[in-house]
């Protein structure tokens, strides 16, 4: 760990934010494998960016072509992958931009401290559960990985056999067996209005 380190200030959030004229949030997706996060994901991104809302995507599969590509699906490295995402959410949170994580990110209490560290610099926290039965999960299956794992090609595979902690209190929970993209990313939105956080 790097001790001969300085943190240099500059703007505040508030300062950030008053020039920016928008606050900063990070929405965290969570749910199984083929719930539907990164779809839904995509289509708010677009959607905020048409009403002139600056939004990125961070991405699971994504993230890991580049800040996350020396990790794998242990539950330590599932760990530290999302340590770092809380990280850089928060940087974006920061930046008054609005943060979308699409990340199965299966442990409560990894997603807890995610909350937690945005809570302690200021930043709103929003955690979006996108629920699906495993079975419907199972159906869709657009990269194969449920049938490899139940044929036990991948090891430590979400909902089958490694562990998804339900989160207890999301701020949202879709039923993404019942919704469409559209409406998912609408209710989304519409928190967020509700909210005056855009």
């Known amino acids: ?38 779809t839904i994901a995509c289509a708010l991104e677009q959607l905020l960016l048409q009403e002139n809302v ?17 990790l794998g699906f242990s539950e ?56 699906v039965p495993l079975e419907v999960a199972e159906q869709r299956d657009p990269k194969g990985l449920y049938k490899k794992a139940r044929e036990g090609i991948i090891k430590d595979f979400t909902g089958i056999s490694a562990p998804y902690e339900e989160p207890s209190e999301p701020e949202i929970h879709l039923r993404t067996d019942k919704l469409t993209v559209e409406e998912a990313a609408e209710k989304i939105y519409e928190y967020l209005k509700q909210e005056k956080i855009i």
């Open 1 to 38: 760990m790097a001790t001969n380190i300085t943190w240099h200030p500059n703007l505040t959030h508030d300062e950030r934010k008053g020039l920016r004229k928008q606050e900063g949030v990070t929405i965290w997706l969570t749910g199984l494998s083929a719930s539907g996060k990164s």
């Open 54 to 70: 600056n939004a990125y995507r961070l991405d699971g599969d994504n993230i890991r072509f580049g800040l996350n590509k020396d």
């Open 76 to 131: 330590n490295d599932r760990n530290e992958n999302i340590r770092r995402i809380s990280e850089v959410s928060k940087l974006f949170a920061d930046s008054c931009a609005v943060s979308i994580t699409s990340f199965i990110s299966p442990y409560r209490a990894d997603r807890d401290k995610a909350r937690e560290l945005h809570r302690e610099s200021g930043l709103k926290f929003i955690e979006v559960y996108v629920d």
